[in-house]
């Protein structure tokens, strides 16, 4: 370092007299013994002062994105139930306008222009405190259904038009608690794949019954021809009744490959980000928390659906050892059909019910119906095992049982 000021010093005295083309070469010869680049090296010999080296003042910018843009950032974040920048940035002017509708923010034009063109990473910078306030593993209870397994179809992504709406993939998330003792309540997940349209119910246990209804309940909503079911090997899936049901109603019918969760990777991610993140891991069998169930999901359909932008990925390729991925702009599942080839009806149907929605009041009933479950899981408390102590008169007969069988011995 001080050999570096030492060279600049000497040459800054004759770099101020040199002419352009000196002063050209002066500069590569300041790069060479030093190893700056030219811009640093033309700065450091501008910044020598009264024979020496001062240091440039750090200039500090106004922030742009100030406190006022913070708290309304923070609001619509939480609305949207804590996104990241990417999937954030490119729904901002849209939910912005939502909410303002709705009268859920007061906005001045500036902070408006200010959070429609804010940057998906200044959104995740200024986010990175609550964000770090937010952080499972669940375990599978498929039983495979092996009796029609050979009569159902392994998918091929070949056979699928995964371009337009109506192919599906769907699974059962267990609300056991991590006892899978007796019955309890699960939870049909189903998602489309092209537009990420995602339809989810409560059924009462794995039973082909209630998943059957479960089933037709989603098909007669979907805002789309259901043209396809690709599900794990469960028993709860893989049976006549629904085989039939698909054949008769001309679905294709497939199934994935045993142990292979990635054959079903645009459900099992819904299963974390929609499911799991909702309702925890907690144990729900009896008939009040299923009808709590039932009741959130008639809520966070509606959020998911149509205020929950999503990327889809467009392209991956290798380089080496590294997988470059590159997605789309974030859309929400309701954005994604009205841009694909659904009937004109229902696109009107959409259109108009999504304008009776206020993504806020959806969130404050989401929150109500998981503060309602925690309620009742929290009341159903099981005896410390350890604490329970046998009535004095059993305890009286098994230490003379003891005896006895000790004298006899």
């Known amino acids: 370092m001080v050999e570096r000021k030492a060279v600049t010093k000497e040459m800054a005295a004759r770099y101020r007299k040199a002419p352009k083309k000196t002063k050209g070469a002066m500069l590569d010869e300041l790069c060479a013994l030093t190893g700056w680049t030219r811009d640093h090296a ?3 010999l501008r910044r020598v002062r009264r024979g020496d080296i001062t240091r440039s003042k750090a200039r500090r910018r106004t922030p742009i994105y100030d406190d006022d843009i913070l708290k309304p950032l923070r609001k619509i974040w ?27 923010l007061e906005l001045t034009p500036p902070q408006r222009d200010k959070l429609t063109s804010i940057s998906a990473a200044t959104i995740d910078r200024k986010l990175v405190t609550d964000r770090q306030r937010l952080k499972i593993k669940g375990r599978s209870r498929t039983k495979p259904g092996s009796l029609l397994k050979h009569q159902i179809p392994i998918r091929t992504f070949a056979e699928w038009d995964e371009g337009r709406p109506g192919f599906t993939e769907c699974d059962l998330v267990s609300h056991d608690g991590g006892d899978a003792r007796g019955e309890f309540c699960q939870t049909l997940n189903l998602t489309d794949i092209a537009s990420g349209w995602t339809e989810m119910r409560a059924v009462k246990n794995k ?24 599900s794990d090997n469960g028993a709860e899936f893989i049976n006549a009744h ?27 991610q819904k299963n974390w980000t929609v499911v799991r993140q909702s309702v925890g891991y907690l144990r729900y069998d009896s008939d009040a928390e299923l009808a709590v169930l039932a009741e959130l999901y008639g809520h966070l359909r509606l959020y998911v659906n149509f205020f929950q932008p999503q990327m889809k990925l467009v392209e991956k390729t290798r380089t080496g050892a590294k997988v470059h991925k590159r997605y789309d702009d974030a859309q929400t599942p309701y954005q994604r059909l009205l841009s694909s080839t659904i009937p004109a009806k ?45 009535p004095a008169a059993s305890r009286t007969s098994s230490v003379r049982q003891r005896s006895s069988r000790s004298r006899a011995s």
């Open 346 to 390: 229902a696109t009107r149907a959409l259109t108009d019910q999504y304008l009776t929605f206020n993504p806020v009041t959806l969130k404050r009933d989401i929150t109500r119906c998981q503060d309602k479950l925690l309620r009742l899981a929290g009341r159903k408390q099981k005896p410390n095992r350890k604490e329970v102590k046998p």
């Open 78 to 104: 939480a609305t949207l139930d804590g996104p990241c920048g990417k999937r954030m940035a490119p729904f901002m002017a849209e939910i912005v306008k939502v909410m303002e509708r709705v009268g859920e």
């Open 242 to 268: 629904l085989m039939n049901y698909c054949t008769e109603r001309k679905i294709t019918f497939t199934r994935s490959r045993p142990y292979r969760k990635n054959d079903n990777c645009f459900i099992e």
């Open 207 to 230: 039973a082909q019954r209630w998943v059957f209804e479960a089933i037709t309940d989603v098909e007669a909503v979907l805002p789309f021809r259901l043209c396809g079911i690709d």
């Open 42 to 44: 033309r700065r450091s």
